[in-house]
């Protein structure tokens, strides 16, 4: 909440939280420091969580899903740092196990970043990477754990992983692939067009740029604004009785 300072509580039953404190009433220009007006909350409140919610207009859903394409070629449109922000605070609230939140993102977008990623494409990959403006290292940080005191605030919550290196592995890939597929719906939502890469080599780019932070690169994600024009044919997709099981 704006205006409000947040301070760390100490630990409870293991439970640490963050609670918003009102800030402090100017005796001189306060005449009534505990009235209700002081204590007001600055923003409206959001919504119950129980409310019933209206579907997604039909707009929207062109726009994440059914419009929504894998871009190759890209308009000189930049994109601007404040909009990728805007995209991690959409992909952010997406949900990952026990609020985990594994993944990490390097957003490339200088000259000098792409360059040091080029010859670690696929060579398909080269032109297309290049030519964005941003790509997109989606990445996780295989001791997410660490932050688990805040995410998810048991006192067991770090142990679960600590002491399972090989669940702690699993748990990061699966949520951090997560994680990167809201960044691409995420992206389509803010207007912005995506071109997922596989094609690289992990182990390099995980030397070149997450060896010091310790994180292991995914996938990659080219972002900016499509060139249409340039689109190659869509690919079909499975149907409900090919790819569904009804029990
Ligand atoms: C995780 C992931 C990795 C991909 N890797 C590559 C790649 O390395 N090179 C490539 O040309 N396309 C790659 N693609 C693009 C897919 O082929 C494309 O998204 C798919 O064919 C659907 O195309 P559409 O979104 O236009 O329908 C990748 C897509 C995803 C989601």
């Known amino acids: 909440m704006s205006g409000q300072a947040t301070e760390a509580l100490p630990p409870v039953d293991g439970f640490v939280a963050e609670v918003s404190v009102p800030p402090v009433p100017d005796a001189q220009t306060s005449p009534d ?82 360059e040091r990623l080029k010859p670690l494409l696929s060579v398909g990959n080269q032109g297309r990477a290049m030519a964005a403006p941003v790509v997109v290292i989606v990445a996780h940080d295989p001791h997410f754990y660490h932050m688990m005191w805040r995410l998810y605030p048991r006192d067991d919550a770090k142990e679960w992983f600590a002491n399972n290196p090989p669940f702690a592995e699993e748990t990061a890939f699966r949520n951090g692939t997560l994680q990167g597929a809201y960044l691409i719906l995420a992206a389509r939502a803010v207007g912005l067009d995506t071109g997922p890469m596989s094609g690289f080599d992990n182990a390099k780019v995980d030397a070149e740029f997450l060896t010091d932070r310790g994180w292991k690169s995914n996938f990659l994600v080219a972002l900016g604004h499509g060139d249409a024009a340039a689109l190659p044919a869509q690919p079909p997709r499975l149907s409900f009785d090919e790819a569904c099981v009804l029990l």
Do not use: I
């Not at 969580?49 to 890209?74: I, S």
């Not at 609230?93 to 957003?107: E, I, Q, V, Y």
């Open 33 to 114: 420091p505990v009235s209700p007006e002081s204590l007001a909350p600055a923003e409206p409140e959001a919504p119950p969580a129980w409310e019933p919610r209206e579907p997604v207009n039909p707009v929207a859903l062109d726009t994440l899903f059914r419009q929504g394409r894998t871009h190759y070629a890209w308009r000189d449109t930049p994109v601007e740092d404040s909009k990728l922000r805007e995209l991690f605070e959409l992909l952010r609230m997406g949900p990952t196990s026990a609020n985990c939140s594994p993944a990490r993102f390097l957003f490339l977008r200088s000259q000098w970043a792409k």
